[in-house]
């Protein structure tokens, strides 16, 4: 088959196009920079200049192709890519896979975009579902909460560097799931037509607080040094999407202020995944657990920097 992946430089898209090569397939990018992009190319990718804020060659791009897979997201503004560009970039993907006739559309949402469509990362993601569902296309719509690659940069690091871990609001319990996990299941989407036409959540298989990540990072660092932990109340987070809507340069981030608040309001963020895995054919016990990719990078980060002889300090205290 042959594949369009929109977003393949991404944290999840990577791992989409690498998985979707290394099952037979076909893979065409469409990315911004081809040289930061080379390394798809490696993979064997063929690589298409362009990006979902410019995609007048998009005829080209999707001739001959059987299905598309976008895991397109957004930054806070940063160089025209908002949440509001993406949304019309993909909402001109799925008219120009339509026209093109294409088999199949891929399409990554966010975990219960449905119950916050009034947030506008989520509802813009609700009402691509919507444009996908009534397009006539054969889809799978994807719902991930959080990866489990992003804890390191929140998580791990800091205690690994013994610097400060920020906690926003009121902790929620998150389910991650591995990108490797997820993009598994992208893969398997393309060749299974029973799950077409569907939404599925993709979650971990269990829920972890802000404090149970710290304490078992802390675990497997095994610092002398007590992890120094600062606590932003949810307030101080309304407070600065309120600021961020009155300056040009800023009303961008206050959307993410305002997703971020969804994150930090003490809700449960997971899914049975037991109906996807049946769905695809995965068992449970194949999905990655934290206990077992954190222990995994703690045990390589480890390795390096006794390498590097590094010393960690030998009094534990809290400050």
Excluded at 145 to 159: C, D, M, R
Aim: hydrophobic share 40%; net charge neutral; aromatic share 10%.
């Amino acid at each position: 088959m042959n594949v369009l992946v929109v977003g393949g430089t991404g944290t999840l898209g990577r791992q989409i196009v690498k998985k979707v090569i290394a099952d037979g397939h076909s893979v065409r990018c469409l990315v911004r920079d081809r040289v930061r992009a080379q390394f798809l190319e490696e993979w064997g990718a063929v690589l298409y200049k362009g990006d979902l804020n410019n995609l007048e060659n998009l005829p080209e791009v999707l001739e001959g192709v059987d299905a598309v897979i976008t895991t397109a997201s957004a930054g806070a503004g940063l160089k025209g890519n908002t949440i509001y560009s993406v949304d019309r970039g993909n909402q001109v993907l799925i008219e120009g896979a339509k026209k093109a006739g294409i088999k199949l559309f891929i399409f990554t949402s966010i975990f219960k975009c449905d119950q916050y469509p009034n947030v506008p990362l989520m509802g813009l993601k609700l009402d691509r579902e919507k444009q996908l569902k009534a397009s006539g296309m054969n889809y799978v719509i994807f719902r991930p909460t959080a990866f489990l690659q992003g804890v390191i940069s929140q998580y791990a690091i800091p205690i690994l560097e013994q610097k400060t871990v920020w906690v926003l609001g009121e902790p929620s319990s998150v389910a991650y799931i591995s990108t490797l996990d997820a993009a598994r299941f992208y893969s398997l989407a393309l060749t299974k037509p029973e799950v077409h036409n569907q939404t599925f959540a993709l979650s971990g298989t269990e829920l972890w607080t802000p404090d149970e990540l710290i304490g078992l990072c802390d675990e497997l660092a095994d610092w002398p040094r007590v992890p120094k932990v600062t606590r932003l109340p949810l307030s101080l987070l309304k407070f600065m999407r309120k600021a961020a809507k009155y300056f040009e340069w800023t009303r961008y981030s206050a959307d993410f202020f305002e997703f971020s608040e969804v994150i930090a309001s003490g809700e449960s963020f997971g899914a049975d995944m037991q109906p996807t895995c049946d769905a695809f054919g995965v068992g449970m016990g194949e999905l990655t657990t934290m206990e077992q990719f954190l222990g995994e990078y703690f045990t390589k980060m480890k390795r390096k920097l006794r390498e590097m002889n590094y010393k960690p300090p030998k009094v534990r205290t809290p400050f």
